[in-house]
């Protein structure tokens, strides 16, 4: 686990920080870095048409599903790719950026070495299975940071808490959005072999902090972590004079070792059911209170002002989800609220735009609080493993 001050990069918390792991979908963050300094150096812009292809099609869940030959804009499927964790849009925008997935990695790898992250190796996008695809805390810490400082007008790519596509609403796959107050990214991943990885950053009175945990047995153990240190960060426990610094992200010495595999640990036969991103969605869209995983949580709850399985075991709060499509043609404004139960549509064109307009001006529909949203993209598009 790892705990920094975004802004600074000063370490608040690390432990086997610099353990070699496998990345999973935290891939993607790398994707999304490429892809934007692409856009920066104009190799492609937003409304970039890309097509997806055989290759694309082929890779494995989670994914939109789109056939061969349909097209989507970098817009839309940076947005896929944040949201849904789509594995077909990551090679759909490795092959529109660079020309295939090899020149994207080479890419990536590159990247990564010219900020520093040191233990970082990768061979595809989207974070699929591949012993020679490898990172740490320490690095994607460094990366969360990178995004962060060096793209500040794509801020809101790593908070969207649902996208809507057609009549499909696919809500954000970390549980934290939504949930945890100030909570404004940044990506989940999960393969057998590396457990439930995430890295989530938040924001309060101005101080933002990133955390990153890697290799937990499963979703609800993964938020409960990532809750607790970020609350512990928050309130200040960490930085007593008492406590011995740790210096920056940077200076964290990375160990040389070969990286576990949890395969049998997160996916062997001892599991009452199949490992997968998505198995505390049940919680994570409201189980009552009383379910096992509330009263598990009930139990580790951690020593501070806020009841952290509470929070997590709440619903989301009400969001208007980002309209994403295919093709050139701009989506039509969001016309449903993403909820517990799936979405809530609008009565009337006018209570749609009512609706919209209420979550802008932070003020009430229908009694309902609504958030203020953060920037929007500055992209002709408005756009969930």
């Known amino acids: 686990m790892l705990l920094i001050e975004a802004r600074s990069g000063k370490v608040l918390h690390a432990e086997n920080a610099t353990m070699p792991w496998y990345p999973a979908s935290l891939s993607k963050l790398m994707t999304a870095y490429v892809t934007l300094h692409a856009m920066r150096q104009r190799r492609v812009a937003p409304d970039t048409l890309l097509t997806v292809s055989?290759?694309?099609?082929?890779?494995?869940?989670?994914?939109?599903?789109?056939?061969?030959?349909?097209?989507?804009?970098?817009?839309?499927?940076?947005?896929?790719?944040?949201?849904?964790?789509?594995?077909?849009?990551?090679?759909?925008?490795?092959?529109?950026?660079?020309?295939?997935?090899?020149?994207?990695?080479?890419?990536?790898?590159?990247?990564?070495?010219?900020?520093?992250?040191?233990?970082?190796?990768?061979?595809?996008?989207?974070?699929?299975p591949d012993e020679r695809q490898v990172t740490s805390a320490r690095d994607q810490a460094i990366l969360a940071r990178a995004l962060i400082v060096e793209f500040p007008e794509h801020d809101d790519l790593w908070s969207i808490p649902a996208i809507k596509f057609g009549k499909r609403v696919m809500r954000n796959h970390n549980p934290l959005i939504g949930r945890y107050p100030g909570a404004d990214g940044m990506k989940t991943g999960f393969i057998c072999a590396s457990g439930f990885n995430v890295v989530t950053s938040a924001t309060r009175d101005g101080k933002r902090l990133i955390a990153?945990?890697?290799?937990?047995?499963?979703?609800?153990?993964?938020?409960?972590?990532?809750?607790?240190?970020?609350?512990k960060g928050f309130s200040g426990t960490l930085t007593s004079w008492l406590t011995p610094s740790l210096g920056s992200v940077e200076g964290l010495t990375p160990i040389n070792a070969t990286p576990p595999n949890l395969t049998d640990e997160t996916c062997g036969r001892n599991r009452k059911r199949p490992a997968a991103e998505d198995e505390g969605e049940e919680v994570a869209n409201g189980a009552d209170s009383g379910s096992p995983y509330a009263i598990m949580l009930t139990h580790l709850r951690a020593p501070t002002t806020t009841n952290i399985a509470a929070m997590l075991a709440a619903a989301p709060a009400p969001s208007v989800p980002v309209m994403v499509g295919i093709g050139a043609k701009k989506p039509a404004p969001a016309t449903m609220l993403a909820s517990v139960g799936g979405t809530v549509p609008a009565a009337t064109p006018a209570a749609a735009a009512a609706l919209v307009s209420a979550a802008r001006a932070n003020t009430t529909v229908v009694g309902i609080p609504l958030p203020r949203p953060r920037?929007?993209?500055a992209t002709r598009a408005a756009a969930e493993p």
Request: proline share 4%; glycine share 8%.
């Open 375 to 377: 920037p929007k993209m």
């Open 212 to 231: 990153v945990v890697l290799g937990s047995p499963s979703t609800s153990v993964r938020s409960y972590k990532t809750a607790q240190l970020l609350e």
């Open 54 to 128: 055989d290759q694309a099609v082929a890779q494995q869940p989670s994914k939109m599903g789109f056939a061969a030959g349909t097209q989507v804009t970098v817009d839309n499927a940076l947005k896929m790719l944040m949201v849904k964790s789509a594995n077909d849009m990551a090679v759909v925008l490795a092959e529109g950026v660079s020309g295939s997935i090899d020149k994207f990695a080479e890419e990536m790898t590159a990247s990564a070495q010219r900020l520093g992250m040191t233990q970082s190796h990768y061979v595809n996008p989207n974070g699929l």
